[in-house]
């Protein structure tokens, strides 16, 4: 399957600023990546998919303005946590998408914010 | 709004021992089922199904989807405490670029 890398693995910051998370594709080229969430013993939530060269999409109930997401070339997307608060804190998944339609999972990123 | 319930939500047992991991769903534009474990980090990829009635295997882990009911379940035989895990299954949507909705998971704890 593909080979996806997420940095940073973990994040600490203060309340009001933004972090950066690195998402990418090692070993193909994707065009879509999608961006999920984890919140402490609950399942994976979408939260935007990532098309390169274009604007994400984003699900009911993410604010775009909040969650930036940058698909600037075939093996790299960023999401940005502009203004981050406590409840920002989480687990930052991204996937990519083959051409099976199977999504593959990169270590995912720990966010806490204080 | 799509659905994806999985159940046991928590199973314990001992080495040795079998069990199976139910997934139901109700997704509108279905593509396929998916399921993943997850250990200490991101989830890992088991199997994905898409046709119904066919048995997909990997060595002790074996799954199958069935359309009509709108389920599918995930088999482990001669279980190992390495098995202990969240199993995660998703329907996968249509939607443009098929999208993954997940179940809430099954915590899995195998003790020896």
């Known amino acids: 399957g593909a080979v996806v890398s997420q940095h940073p693995s973990w994040v600490i910051c203060k309340s009001g600023t933004s972090v950066k998370i690195e998402c990418r594709s090692l070993?193909?080229?994707?065009?879509?990546m999608f961006w999920y969430r984890q919140f402490p013993k609950q399942s994976l939530m979408l939260m935007a998919t990532?098309?390169?060269?274009?604007?994400?999409?984003?699900e009911q109930g993410v604010e775009k303005d909040k969650f930036l997401i940058n698909h600037a070339s075939l093996t790299l997307s960023t999401l940005t946590v502009t203004s981050a608060h406590p409840e920002d804190s989480s687990f930052y998944i991204c996937?990519?998408?083959?051409?099976?339609?199977?999504?593959?999972f990169g270590p995912g990123t720990r966010l806490t914010v204080l | 709004e799509d659905k994806v319930v999985q159940s046991p939500l928590s199973l314990v047992v001992h080495e040795g021992d079998t069990v199976t991991l139910n997934c139901s769903y109700e997704?509108?534009?279905?593509?396929?089922l998916l399921w993943y474990k997850q250990e200490k980090k991101a989830p890992t990829f088991l199997f994905m199904l898409?046709?119904?009635?066919i048995e997909k295997k990997s060595g002790r882990l074996s799954s199958i989807l069935d359309k009509k009911e709108l389920f599918s379940i995930l088999n482990i035989t001669a279980t190992q405490t390495g098995d202990s895990a969240i199993y995660l299954c998703?329907?996968?949507?249509?939607?443009?670029?098929?999208?993954?909705?997940f179940g809430q998971g099954t915590r899995l704890t195998i003790n020896p």
């Open positions: 997704v509108t534009n279905f593509r396929s």
């Open positions: 996937s990519t998408r083959e051409s099976t339609d199977t999504q593959y």
């Open positions: 898409t046709s119904s009635g």
């Open positions: 990532s098309n390169e060269g274009s604007k994400a999409t984003y």
């Open positions: 070993d193909f080229q994707a065009t879509t």
């Open positions: 998703a329907g996968g949507v249509i939607q443009g670029a098929q999208k993954l909705v």
